[in-house]
């Protein structure tokens, strides 16, 4: 039996805390609980920790999952080094915290898991499929929350409608996390449905997706690409993003990288372009034909999309192995 302590809320759905505590209990047996004030053992935060409220006996990790807009992809400023181990959502992420600030030591293991609601820790199996121009193709995406702009969610409909529709006249996009009164709208081969990540509905729009669409300008993972992989559903994502770490891992083609943005790579990068607030650069107009080149592939050969496969260094028991040896040794 293992004991490991978690920042409180690290059970609350829509967390990066929540797949990998469900990780861990799944393969390993962890007793998990929140943190108040214990002396010694093991515990695990979420983005930064005060050192002052955490005992020094205690092994310190911290998981750095994401940024807030308003640091332009930029982590949290916080005391790094008294951490005794920080672990990154993705390389990606991990680069631009280390032209910011002096790390400790840290690695970086990337997430695995499908939506909040899902407690399904078994992947959907390799299968092949294929298309014909006038078959019906179910497209997602994610709107996320009102006021992110930066999600491009008006961008992800021109393209549906005047690129997608025009080549593929029966295919239909889904929209997860509108904001809206009613449950859910249709019209136009459009479906909408209302933001609510944490029920149902949105491992059930995974389940009937064939591709998943994020061409958002920056994302620390996004923890999409991990719940498309769980689901086998190819996605097609923008360049600064961990889409491409991920790729590389499996055995074959889960997903596309299109080079739709100027590319981040320092936090000097990222506080001269602004990606999640300036509107100059996250709403501009978007090459929709290089995009539809990618789309266009993955439609052609869908099922080299759908049949690959894990492998040893990189599936669900082998990410629960990495955690266990950097919080338990």
Same mark, same amino acid.
């Given at each position: 039996?293992? #004991?490991?302590?978690?920042? @409180?809320? &690290?059970?609350?759905?829509?967390?990066?805390? $929540?797949?990998? #505590?469900?990780?861990?209990? @799944?393969? &390993?047996?962890?007793?998990?609980?929140?943190? $108040?004030?214990?002396?010694?053992?093991?515990?695990?935060?979420?983005?930064?920790?005060?050192?002052?409220?955490?005992?020094?006996?205690?092994?310190?990790?911290?998981?750095?999952?994401?940024?807030?807009?308003?640091?332009?992809?930029?982590?949290?400023?916080?005391?790094?080094?008294?951490?005794?181990?920080?672990?990154?959502?993705?390389?990606?992420?991990?680069?631009?915290?280390?032209?910011?600030?002096?790390?400790?030591?840290?690695?970086?293991?990337?997430?695995?898991?499908?939506?909040?609601?899902d407690d399904d820790l078994t992947p959907i199996a390799p299968f092949t499929k294929s298309f014909s121009a006038n078959d019906e193709i179910h497209f997602m995406i994610c709107a996320k929350w009102a006021k992110r702009y930066f999600k491009r969610y008006r961008q992800h409909i021109v393209l549906f409608q005047k690129h997608i529709q025009p080549c593929y006249p029966n295919s239909i996009l889904h929209i997860l996390g509108k904001k809206m009164d009613q449950e859910k709208s249709e019209g136009d081969n459009i479906i909408s449905y209302r933001k609510d990540f944490h029920s149902s509905i949105s491992h059930e729009v995974y389940k009937k997706a064939d591709i998943q669409i994020i061409l958002t300008p920056f994302d620390t993972g996004p923890m999409t690409v991990n719940e498309s992989m769980h689901y086998r559903v190819p996605f097609i994502c923008g360049n600064n993003s961990a889409a491409e770490e991920f790729i590389s891992k499996v055995e074959g083609k889960c997903g596309a990288v299109v080079l739709i943005d100027q590319q981040i790579r320092t936090a000097r990068h990222c506080r001269k372009i602004k990606p999640m607030v300036s509107k100059k650069y996250y709403g501009k107009k978007l090459d929709n034909g290089l995009i539809m080149k990618t789309v266009h592939a993955v439609v052609q050969n869908y099922s080299e999309y759908t049949s690959w496969k894990w492998t040893d260094k990189f599936s669900y028991k082998a990410q629960a192995d990495k955690w266990m040896k950097v919080l338990f040794r």
């Amino acid at each position: 039996m293992y #004991t490991l302590y978690c920042h @409180h809320n &690290y059970d609350r759905l829509g967390g990066t805390l $929540r797949p990998i #505590t469900r990780l861990l209990s @799944h393969f &390993y047996n962890v007793d998990l609980k929140p943190y $108040r004030g214990e002396k010694r053992g093991v515990y695990l935060g979420h983005n930064f920790m005060n050192p002052k409220q955490v005992s020094r006996k205690m092994r310190r990790v911290v998981f750095v999952g994401g940024a807030r807009p308003a640091d332009h992809g930029i982590p949290r400023k916080w005391d790094w080094k008294s951490a005794d181990h920080v672990v990154f959502i993705s390389k990606f992420f991990r680069q631009i915290a280390k032209t910011q600030y002096e790390l400790g030591k840290s690695s970086v293991i990337h997430l695995v898991g499908g939506t909040p609601s899902d407690d399904d820790l078994t992947p959907i199996a390799p299968f092949t499929k294929s298309f014909s121009a006038n078959d019906e193709i179910h497209f997602m995406i994610c709107a996320k929350w009102a006021k992110r702009y930066f999600k491009r969610y008006r961008q992800h409909i021109v393209l549906f409608q005047k690129h997608i529709q025009p080549c593929y006249p029966n295919s239909i996009l889904h929209i997860l996390g509108k904001k809206m009164d009613q449950e859910k709208s249709e019209g136009d081969n459009i479906i909408s449905y209302r933001k609510d990540f944490h029920s149902s509905i949105s491992h059930e729009v995974y389940k009937k997706a064939d591709i998943q669409i994020i061409l958002t300008p920056f994302d620390t993972g996004p923890m999409t690409v991990n719940e498309s992989m769980h689901y086998r559903v190819p996605f097609i994502c923008g360049n600064n993003s961990a889409a491409e770490e991920f790729i590389s891992k499996v055995e074959g083609k889960c997903g596309a990288v299109v080079l739709i943005d100027q590319q981040i790579r320092t936090a000097r990068h990222c506080r001269k372009i602004k990606p999640m607030v300036s509107k100059k650069y996250y709403g501009k107009k978007l090459d929709n034909g290089l995009i539809m080149k990618t789309v266009h592939a993955v439609v052609q050969n869908y099922s080299e999309y759908t049949s690959w496969k894990w492998t040893d260094k990189f599936s669900y028991k082998a990410q629960a192995d990495k955690w266990m040896k950097v919080l338990f040794r």
